[in-house]
């Protein structure tokens, strides 16, 4: 559906992004993540014609996005980063305007406007002008407008940004919701977003691809092998190599006095054998769960680290 | 050209909602109604005069000495007032921020462009219509010869083009409205005296300058006189200034 091939942009001599090649699939939602000046935005706004790239080539549905880009455009909806809110306007006028705009006939134009605005619950605000909202409510006209002639890719800037842990969760469902019928890419700094929404990342650190994979593939990759937490009433000196001596653990790390950290084989199951062996030995088990490994440290790792994982 | 029509029509509503036209037409319209009663006044004081030295009322041409004058001096004040007309096109859209999701739809630029245009020449054509009720009432109390007013009007508005592709232009080239329309106040001012430089210039460089300058073609149109070529000349400058605004946006998605 989308593929990206050796997409470069520089403003002036300043590289954005270098060389991103990714492609994406029909009907799935990734998220972009990256520090701040990562070149997320860059990407998106190529994606959806806003600007021609200094090099490379994207292509959305067969067609390339500065040849065909009216036709594309069609198919796009886009949240850029800032909502593009006409703050003298009335919201449901602004809505109808996005939707003429966007080729929706306009005897439909009505019918699709009520549709955005029972999607994005801004029934109670329909008839307000939009620059007297609040930043959390512009938000949500912002992919209202997005939404509104039905497109089948959408492209949303940091799409919760600004909002209230509520309305967070509302939107996060919407996205959710859309998921179902639309390929979504979505950019976030918010880890925990991108790991209940997305099935993929794109994890992009200083204009370059630091990673793309699933989550549960990133997870595993970086994690070389498993973890066990563990921690016991009481240890002692000798703790640690009897941890060591257990067969396929590859490393033990004593965080606290008496809290451990095992490193073994990946699914080398060994929960039992420790447990064996901290009864045997009478440690006196109070934890014994295995530690895995949060977006956040990839994240951490992929951006600040990059150099430790092998790509 | 549907797209330019949408363009246009949500410009036209934030003209409309705006307090920037209301006052500015209130100052056109003031100004302009300034003139118009001195320059009448001046009229009806020289013909009673004449009337009563020489004994006679012709001679003195309605066409030539007020309709004529009243329109140099609009075209004067709409130099000063269009600026602040097309200011904010697109200043404004890059300011806010909105200008992606024009870019984002499927509307090809030189339909925003031209729907941009659009939406200033209404608001100028509004003006102007609000400002015809002088010759109206010359119309009903004398007899003006209507050819002159009618090509006089055509000239205003063409004239007005020019000023409005000028000042979409120096909109595209920042986003700020008063950087914009000091930008396009300067341009339409020298455009307006360029010729002035004709003399100082040999003949050849001066015959240019003439052409080049927008007053010398009004008055062609204020005298009645429609010439093709003062027609290209005002349709080239319209095209020249909207095609620079199209360079202007283009290349500046490209930065
Ligand atoms: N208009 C511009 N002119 C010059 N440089 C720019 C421009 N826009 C972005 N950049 C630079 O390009 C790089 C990538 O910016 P981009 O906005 O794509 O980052 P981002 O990942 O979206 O960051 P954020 O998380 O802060 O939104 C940054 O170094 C930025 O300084
Ligand atoms: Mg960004």
Request: with cysteine; charged share 20%; hydrophobic share 45%.
């Amino acid at each position: 559906m989308i593929e990206v091939d050796q997409l470069s942009k520089s403003y002036g001599p300043r590289e954005a992004i270098r060389n991103l090649s990714f492609q994406i699939k029909k009907g799935e939602v990734i998220g972009f993540l990256g520090p701040n000046g990562a070149g997320k935005t860059t990407t998106m706004n190529i994606l959806a014609c806003i600007m021609p790239a200094s090099s490379g080539t994207a292509r959305i549905c067969g067609l390339d996005v500065f040849e065909q880009s009216l036709e594309i455009r069609k198919l796009i909806g886009y949240l850029p980063e800032t909502p593009p809110l006409y703050s003298d306007m009335v919201i449901s006028d602004y809505l109808a305007f996005a939707a003429r705009i966007r080729n929706v006939p306009k005897t439909h134009t009505a019918l699709a406007v009520d549709r955005v605005v029972e999607k994005c619950s801004l029934t109670e605000v329909r008839n307000r002008i939009v620059g007297r909202l609040s930043k959390g409510f512009q938000q949500r006209v912002g992919i209202a407008q997005a939404l509104i002639h039905d497109p089948d890719i959408l492209i949303l800037d940091e799409p919760t940004i600004g909002l209230d842990p509520i309305q967070i969760i509302e939107i996060r469902k919407l996205i959710q919701e859309l998921a179902a019928s639309h390929t979504i890419i979505l950019s976030s700094h918010i880890l925990p977003e991108i790991t209940q929404i997305c099935k993929r990342v794109i994890i992009l650190n200083d204009g370059e691809i630091a990673a793309v994979d699933s989550l549960e593939a990133l997870t595993a990759r970086l994690r070389k092998g498993d973890r066990l937490f563990l921690r016991v009433r009481q240890a002692d000196v000798g703790t640690i190599d009897k941890l060591n001596a257990l067969s396929r653990v590859v490393a033990v790390t004593q965080q606290e006095d008496e809290q451990f950290v095992i490193e073994c084989e990946p699914h080398a199951n060994i929960q039992d054998a420790v447990a064996k062996l901290a009864l045997d030995q009478g440690w006196g088990i109070v934890e014994l769960t295995p530690a895995s490994v949060t977006l956040e440290d990839i994240f951490l790792k992929l951006t600040l680290e990059e150099n430790e994982v092998n790509l | 050209m549907k797209n330019t029509w949408i363009v246009a029509k949500r410009d036209l509503g934030s003209f409309f909602s705006s307090p920037v036209f209301y006052v500015v037409t209130t100052v056109f319209l003031i100004l302009y109604g300034f003139i118009f009663s001195n320059i009448l006044s001046f009229f009806s004081l020289q013909s009673f005069q004449s009337q009563q030295f020489r004994g006679m009322a012709a001679g003195l041409n309605l066409n030539e000495m007020v309709i004529e004058p009243s329109f140099h001096n609009t075209a004067v004040i709409l130099l000063l007032i269009i600026p602040l007309i097309t200011m904010r096109s697109f200043a404004e859209e890059r300011r806010a921020k909105t200008f992606p999701l024009l870019l984002s739809s499927p509307v090809h630029l030189r339909e925003i462009i031209l729907g941009k245009f659009l939406a200033c020449m209404t608001v100028v054509g509004v003006m102007i219509l609000l400002s015809a009720y002088s010759t109206g009432y010359l119309m009903l109390v004398g007899q003006p010869e209507a050819g002159p007013i009618l090509t006089g009007y055509l000239g205003m508005l063409l004239m007005s083009g020019c000023y409005v592709s000028m000042g979409l232009f120096a909109s595209s080239l920042t986003d700020n409205q008063i950087i914009a329309a000091v930008i396009s106040f300067g341009l339409a001012l020298f455009m307006w005296i360029i010729g002035w430089g004709a003399q100082a210039a040999g003949p050849g460089l001066g015959q240019v300058l003439e052409y080049l300058s927008l007053i010398t073609h009004l008055e062609h149109f204020l005298k009645g006189l429609m010439d093709t070529s003062d027609l290209i000349y005002y349709f080239s400058f319209i095209l020249f200034g909207l095609f620079l605004t199209y360079r202007v946006l283009e290349s500046s998605r490209w930065r």
